[in-house]
């Protein structure tokens, strides 16, 4: 079974600009949640989505967003890019709830 | 909220040595715990993890991790470490019943020399 991938793997984008990423979670998984990892802040969580709804969410400003579509895959988005959102994002799924998530390799993203 | 704290933010071991990782969480609810390991240049893989039952669970690679309810503990064990175990470790919690929101530990930073 294919683990969960995500596109692209390396980002380069500006200050300002939007950005949106990708994630295809394992076949049958329909909860995917995001991370972002950064050296000073570790991993800490974005939001969960599940059957196309958006189940939790994190501590992050409005800029960060997402979508998961009929297929269970999910993308997110972040506007207005500042130099802080440099960072490895990290997309996991998982089979049920409360349960085991599988990490991509994640996405990572550098703001200049 | 929750929250989880790791006490050893980097350990070097020699092989054979044994390693023991501390965990501790705050939640004033159930939780299922979990154990993840970051290799040089791969992703998050979970090493264990508890949900119920037997607090004494074991994992791959030879790990194993003792959940304690009464100290809100997490502590990750392996008797005789190898020079592959080098790695970063983070402990994580899940509140039950709340969805897939993992919160994590800040990592150990372990690395394990011949």
């Known amino acids: 079974k294919a683990g969960v991938t995500q596109t692209p793997r390396y980002l380069i984008k500006t200050r300002g600009q939007q950005v949106t990423l990708s994630c295809s979670p394992i076949?049958?998984?329909?909860?995917v949640s995001w991370y972002q990892q950064t050296p000073g802040q570790g991993l800490q969580f974005l939001f969960e989505?599940?059957?196309?709804?958006?189940?939790n969410k994190g501590n992050f400003p409005g800029r960060f967003s997402g979508r998961q579509f009929s297929n269970s895959r999910s993308e997110m988005n972040v506007s207005t890019l500042e130099l802080g959102d440099s960072a490895l994002y990290l997309c996991a799924s998982s089979l049920g709830t409360s349960d085991e998530q599988f990490f991509g390799p994640g996405t990572r993203l550098t703001v200049l | 909220a929750q929250s989880v704290s790791q006490h050893n933010h980097h350990v070097i071991l020699s092989e054979a040595a044994s390693l023991e990782l501390g965990c501790n969480y705050s939640?004033?609810?159930?939780?299922?715990l979990f154990w993840y390991v970051q290799y040089p240049g791969q992703h998050l893989q979970l090493l264990l993890k508890?949900?119920?039952?037997?607090?004494l669970v074991k994992g791959i690679k030879g790990f194993e991790a003792e959940f304690i309810k009464s100290k809100f503990s997490f502590n990750l064990r392996k008797p005789s470490v190898q020079w592959s175990d080098t790695a970063e470790y983070f402990c994580a919690v899940m509140p039950t019943g709340g969805g897939n929101k993992l919160t994590f530990g800040t990592g150990t930073q372990l690395k394990v020399e011949l």
């Open positions: 508890y949900f119920s039952g037997d607090p």
């Open positions: 939640y004033g609810g159930t939780v299922n």
């Open positions: 989505y599940f059957s196309e709804t958006q189940r």
């Open positions: 076949s049958g998984h329909r909860s």
